[in-house]
């Protein structure tokens, strides 16, 4: 059973921001790993609808960042934002590797 970690006062779905109802169906989601859109509605006080539109952005959002990361560097005053494959990622850690390995194996 899903508790009301958000009450509402009223039986009128209240109105959040996007991102104000992601965090409100994560979560309830934490708590517990299965709900329904019903259930996850009753407990966010949220409208079905916007549950359905939350899982949906989730679901798309997760996918896109399957195979991809996004990173945040900070240039100065501004920050840059990168989008790379996860295999760079990974061949880079190697590469890092490698050097201090040579490295090493030259001392």
């Known amino acids: 059973m899903i508790t009301m970690p958000f009450p509402n006062m009223s039986d009128e779905p209240i109105r959040v921001s996007l991102p104000e109802a992601i965090q409100r169906v994560l979560s309830v ?18 409208d079905r609808r916007t549950v359905t539109k939350v899982i949906d952005v989730i ?8 195979n991809l990361e996004l990173a945040k560097l900070k240039d100065g005053k501004r920050y840059i934002i990168r989008l790379q494959e996860r295999t760079e990622q990974a061949r880079a850690l190697f590469d890092s590797v490698r ?9």
Do not use: H, P, Y
């Open 59 to 66: 679901m798309e959002v997760q996918s896109n960042l399957q």
């Open 29 to 46: 989601l934490r708590e517990t790993s299965t709900a329904s859109i019903a259930s996850l509605s009753r407990a966010t006080g949220l």
């Open 99 to 107: 050097r201090r390995l040579g490295r090493t194996r030259k001392e």
